[in-house]
C-alpha cells in the first residue's frame, strides 16, 4: 500500500491534519502518518477539537519525532509531504529518504492568538485547503504515476489556494 509521511516542524497541527484526512480520504488505497523535526510532544488543543468536529477518533493521534521513520523497523514512505509555510520564514523540515518528496506549505493555525472560536477557525480553515490538497492527490492514479509525472503534479498542487 502506498505510504505518506506529513511532515512539519512540531507535529501538533498541519501535519496532524494532514494525516487524518489522508487517511480518512484514501482508506483502502494508502496509509499516511505524520512526524516533525522538533515535535512539541503532543497535538494542539486546536487540532484536536477540529477532528473531533469531523467525527475522527483522536485517540491514536500524537505528536512524534520523524527519528521513528528512520529506523530499520518503520514502515517505508513512498511520498513525504511537508507543510510548513515556509513563506511566512518556517524553516521546513527535510527528511532523508523518501524517494518522492512535496511541499503543501500553509499558514500555522497554531500560531493564532485569540478566543477558542477564532483558533477553531483557522484550524477548520486549513483543514479546507489540507482536503482540497488531499482530494487532488486521491484524483491522481498516484500508485502507477512516474515519478517525475507526480512530482509536478504534486507541485501544482502544492500551489492550490491557502498556499504559504
Not at 477548520?124 to 509525472?149: H, N, S, V, Y
Request: aromatic share 6%; net charge negative; glycine share 10%.
Amino acid at each position: 500500500m502506498f505510504s505518506i509521511l506529513v511532515l512539519c516542524t512540531g507535529n501538533s497541527a498541519r501535519s496532524i491534519l494532514g494525516e487524518a484526512l489522508l487517511s480518512k480520504l484514501g482508506e483502502g488505497r494508502l496509509v499516511a502518518y505524520s512526524a516533525g523535526s522538533k515535535p512539541k510532544g503532543v497535538p494542539h488543543p486546536g487540532a484536536l477539537r477540529c477532528l473531533a468536529r469531523k467525527g475522527i477518533d483522536t485517540a491514536p493521534f500524537r505528536s512524534k519525532s520523524w527519528d521513528e521513520f528512520t529506523t530499520p523497523n518503520a514502515p517505508a514512505i513512498d511520498l513525504a509531504i511537508t507543510v510548513c509555510g515556509n513563506a511566512a520564514g518556517e524553516v521546513c523540515p527535510v527528511f532523508i529518504g523518501a524517494p518522492i518528496k512535496a511541499h503543501w506549505g500553509l499558514p500555522d493555525p497554531a500560531d493564532v492568538d485569540g478566543s477558542e472560536s477564532q483558533v477553531d477557525a483557522a484550524f477548520e480553515q486549513t483543514w479546507a485547503w489540507l482536503e482540497i490538497r488531499a482530494r487532488a492527490l486521491l484524483d491522481l492514479p498516484f500508485e502507477t504515476m512516474d515519478p517525475g509525472e507526480l512530482r509536478q503534479q504534486l507541485a501544482e498542487i502544492g500551489q492550490m489556494e491557502g498556499a504559504a
